[in-house]
């Protein structure tokens, strides 16, 4: 449903408002770009006419008293909709020459606002809020840094601060719907006036009350809009939120946040599905209850949200699957198939594979029905594009920069409905079209690629996918000469860029390479390689050169510097550049016929060189971090002379303390000179009024910050109770904290204002054995209120939800902070948290072993046992070492992610590149030989244990296992690889 209403004041609201009060003017665009699609009143079309022709002649005042007369007429008439256009207009012609137009038109439509008779000031209301809004919106980053001031009743909007502002256009937007049955009694169609249809538009908002209502949703339901939050804020966790409308409109929504933006929301789509509850036509009920939907799946509370919401959108498609509407809910449907996470592949050692992505397999099918079923609809229309989007092809690869001659290497293709990808390896030259590049995505450098003469042009047949997913997949790719390459892809053999998307990378194929060190004053040390044996090159001629921009003819010039010859080692100095020399060099390395070009790869950069002789410092201590107003702040300094590595005290250092407040303004200075000890001491006295916040001290040589606020001490705390023993996911926990005074007596009676937020962490993930599976974000999970006891006691209880993704058996560790915030009868606030652990295991096991062991140094080495919240428990626990197989080849390491598929046999593909990894072989390579120790410890008396037999451990490396039962049954483990040596053995290692 994307056709929408849009009414010329929002348009003009929004223009207006871009020109900053901050003195900074804009013109609007000319009104008759959007009257061409209003409807003129009869009585007043020649009057109109007029004042399109003045403002056009640049005569804005003078059309302005043409619309000042057509405004007072149809505010006697009561001709609501001439009334509002020439309420429009009048703001676009004020803003051709008045100051601070937009700061008047607001008040004098303030003013106005309660003669003007319903409903023109309903709509009135809502231009207000839009405009208080835009104003915010485009001085955002202004009115967020400046001082809020209290209880301010200025109507300087360059004095308001966000509150102020929030505040302000919610109240308008929530008095544009009063009156709701008046309303909803007036057809949209007499505003046409006012507005910009789009064709079919009215079947979604046919009523005034569903044009203003869902522009106040619009607003309420922003994420902007809820700036500031309440103690105890309005939380969606009711399953009947993501039900059908029958059932949705007899929902009883209760909250003890009224004012929250997000219940204002609700309960306004909640308003309009009761409306068209009993429409014949169901197209703007479904409108409301997709919009519904759509925003309490993106904020409610339930694990289980993404099925209620697909199990509600599916029942709506078979209850209308006879009506146009119907495309519509597919296109929801699909939507949600579309756009969810896609599948995590989890590679495993173990034959077991990821399920394949069947994401958009679904919403392509949703999309077929809509458009199947409806092909002319707006949800037939937006599922095209949706397929679309799916089926388009998509093309990529990475490759090394440089790479052997004589010698086939890999590249990793990326592609997406693609069944066969053709190659065509080009010899451009380097010294002529290095500029090609930056051109590539222009028009004339993809000419000029496809122009040029293949060198060797081959195809490649990938597997085939139907999941219209990427993959990524590695190609072999013939072995070429020494030189200059760039090689093109594409997804058809003509190579036309109309038919399927291009990719091309530039490659070195040299025997030359290097090594570098750049030392502190710029300067650096090269080594020269070669790239197949490693031994070092000597006769290389290296010539550093840099790159600058021709803004004449748009291109990258070359400009040559410093040659350089390796010496027999393969080595070259790169001497000191000039004091404000700070480029960064590339080098053009030539032997014989062998080239290599390193581009912008050493930085001349300087680090800056430390200050010599001794450099006075002064450390700064005040008596306490926080003052109020007026009080006296005692502070000492001691001065330290430090050069280098070597510190003194300084004696009779004489500086002037100077105290500055919250704007960077000074108050008060005062001289001090120090004494035999280094120190000197001082006070000042704090200004009685002002602005709070932090102040600072400081002399020439330190500086010390503290608050300054209208604080009161507090004269009670709350603290949670340490939290004991072991929790399971899915299971309610309890967690106590007491309220008491300072001496010691029961805070009673107090409120108790608490939420619960989850986060994860994976203790037990093992590297190379599953995909890391990222940062999982905080979520809420619950909250409420409570009283405190008599014994100043409280409980909170929750039930530890895990997050709704699977995470397979990563088992992770959910970590539950609970806040509480507890008010006793004085209206003072203290607030504490605490953290609770809860995870399908309830054990944390370790060891304490280097990752390099010397066979011949005997130690002991920490077991240790403890329950997820950090306390020790007692377990046996079996400690086992595998011997690991050794790789049998030495191979690099792949610079790109592990390919999902292969086009190669293991045998094939290590026959032909024989020091490259196939496909998860790094992830497989530690297999376990023979056990070699294995041994049962009780933490409780075993806390330090030995490994017997150590040293007679063969060099290698080696697997420690560790595994226990936790209280719950359940089996926990966990592996550390280590490496063993012997000093003694180097020769067999």
């Not at 703001?91 to 309660?114: A, M, V, W």
Request: aromatic residues 12%.
């Amino acid at each position: 449903m994307k056709n929408r209403l849009l009414l010329i004041f929002v348009l003009f609201g929004f223009l207006a408002i871009g020109a900053s009060y901050s003195l900074i003017q804009q013109s609007l665009p000319d009104f008759s770009k959007s009257k061409s699609t209003m409807e003129d009143h009869a009585d007043n079309k020649d009057l109109w006419k007029q004042v399109d022709s003045l403002a056009a002649q640049g005569l804005p005042q003078s059309a302005l008293e043409l619309v000042n007369d057509i405004y007072q007429s149809a505010q006697k008439t009561g001709d609501m909709p001439e009334f509002l256009k020439a309420a429009i207009y009048q703001l676009r012609l004020r803003s051709e020459f008045e100051e601070d137009y937009i700061q008047h038109y607001i008040g004098e439509t303030e003013k106005n606002l309660s003669s003007t008779p319903t409903p023109a000031r309903q709509v009135l209301h809502s231009i207000l809020a839009d405009l208080y809004w835009q104003y915010f919106q485009q001085n955002r980053y202004r009115i967020l840094d400046q001082t809020v001031l209290s209880e301010s009743t200025s109507f300087d909007l360059a004095t308001w601060d966000v509150n102020r502002f929030v505040k302000k256009t919610s109240e308008h937007y929530l008095a544009s719907l009063s009156k709701p049955q008046l309303l909803q009694s007036v057809s949209l169609k007499m505003y046409d006036p006012i507005l910009t249809t789009a064709e079919g538009s009215k079947k979604f908002r046919p009523t005034l009350f569903d044009f203003l209502a869902h522009r106040s949703i619009d607003f309420f339901s922003s994420e902007e809009a809820s700036i500031t939050k309440p103690i105890n804020p309005f939380v969606m966790r009711d399953e009947a939120l993501l039900s059908a409308p029958e059932q949705f409109t007899n929902l009883e929504i209760a909250t003890t946040d009224s004012l929250s933006f997000h219940y204002q929301a609700i309960t306004l789509l909640q308003a309009i599905e009761k409306f068209h509850l009993n429409d014949p036509d169901p197209i703007p009920l479904m409108d409301a209850s997709l919009k519904r939907l759509g925003f309490v799946r993106n904020h409610i509370n339930l694990q289980n949200k993404d099925s209620l919401y697909l199990k509600v959108l599916t029942s709506l498609q078979a209850k209308y699957t006879q009506h146009p509407v119907s495309a519509d809910i597919c296109e929801q449907i699909a939507s949600f198939w579309y756009t969810g996470n896609p599948l995590e592949v989890v590679k495993s050692i173990g034959p077991e594979k990821a399920k394949p992505n069947s994401n958009y397999i679904k919403a392509r099918q949703w999309c077929m029905k809509a458009i199947e079923k409806f092909p002319d609809s707006d949800g037939a229309k937006n599922c095209r594009v949706i397929i679309q989007s799916i089926e388009d092809p998509s093309l990529g690869f990475n490759i090394d920069n440089e790479v052997v001659p004589g010698k086939a290497f890999p590249l990793l293709v990326n592609f997406r409905n693609t069944k066969t990808v053709w190659f065509r390896l080009l010899k451009p030259d380097y010294d002529k079209d290095f500029n090609l590049r930056q051109e590539f995505y222009g028009e004339r450098g993809l000419e000029k690629y496809l122009a040029m003469q293949a060198v060797k042009e081959w195809s490649v047949t990938l597997p085939e996918t139907t999941d219209f997913q990427q993959h990524s997949i590695e190609v072999i790719v013939p072995a070429v000469e020494s030189g200059y390459y760039a090689l093109l892809l594409s997804g058809n053999e003509s190579f036309s860029p109309g038919m399927s998307p291009l990719s091309v990378k530039d490659f070195w194929s040299s025997n030359i390479s290097y090594i570098s060190r750049r030392d502190k004053d710029g300067s650096g040390l090269f080594y020269m390689l070669d790239r197949n044996t490693g031994k070092p090159l000597e006769g290389v001629k290296a010539l550093s050169f840099s790159r600058e921009y021709d803004y004449r003819t748009r291109t990258y010039i070359r400009k040559e510097a410093v040659s350089y010859i390796t010496e027999a080692d393969g080595s070259f100095h790169v001497k000191v550049g000039s004091q404000r020399d700070y480029s960064t060099l590339s080098f053009d390395f030539s032997l014989k016929n062998d080239r290599l070009v390193a581009e912008n790869y050493f930085s001349r950069y300087r680090n800056n060189e430390p200050e010599k002789g001794e450099k006075p410092r002064t450390f700064f201590f005040t008596d306490r971090a926080i003052y109020r107003p007026g009080q006296a702040v005692h502070f000492k300094g001691i001065v330290v002379g430090t050069e280098g590595d070597h510190n003194r005290l300084l004696t009779d250092n004489r500086s002037t303390v100077t105290l500055y407040n919250v704007n960077g303004q000074k108050v008060s200075s005062l001289d001090v000179v120090s004494n035999s000890f280094g120190s000197f001491n001082g006070t000042f006295m704090l200004p009685v009024s002002g602005l709070g916040g932090q102040f600072r001290i400081e002399n020439n040589s330190g500086n010390i910050s503290f608050s300054v606020e209208e604080y009161k001490r507090p004269k009670f705390e709350v603290e949670f109770q340490p939290v004991s023993g072991s929790y399971r996911l899915n299971e309610k926990v309890s967690v106590s904290g007491i309220a008491e005074s300072f001496s010691g007596t029961p805070v009673s009676d107090a409120m108790v204002s608490y939420r619960v937020v989850r986060s994860a962490n994976f203790p037990f993930f093992r590297y190379g054995w599953k995909m890391w599976p990222g940062m999982m974000p905080e979520s809420e999970i619950a909250n409420g209120n409570l009283v405190t006891g008599s014994d100043g006691l409280f409980i909170i209880d929750f039930t530890a939800l895990p997050d709704p993704s699977d995470f397979g058996d990563l088992n992770p560790v959910y970590n539950y902070s609970v806040y509480a915030d507890v008010t006793d009868i004085n209206g003072e606030t203290r607030s504490s948290v605490a953290s609770v652990q809860v995870s399908s295991k309830a054990l944390i096991i370790g060891l304490e072993i280097p990752e390099a062991i010397n066979r011949d140094d005997t130690k002991s080495f920490k077991l240790s046992a403890t329950n997820l919240n950090g306390k020790n428990t007692p377990t046996q626990i079996t400690v086992e070492a595998f011997r690991l197989k050794a790789d049998d080849r030495l191979t690099r390491p792949r610079r790109w992610e592990t390919p999902e598929l292969s086009l190669y046999t293991r045998e094939e593909f290590i026959r032909q590149l024989p020091s490259d990894i196939y496909m998860d072989d790094n992830e497989q390579a530690s297999k376990k030989v023979n056990s070699v120790f294995k041994n049962s410890f009780n933490t409780a008396t075993d806390s330090l244990i030995s490994i017997s037999g150590l040293s007679k451990w063969e060099p290698g490396r080696y697997l420690i296992s560790l595994s226990a039962v936790d209280a719950f049954g359940q089996t926990v483990s966990n592996d550390k690889e280590v490496v063993v040596f012997a000093p003694s053995a180097k020769k067999s290692l």
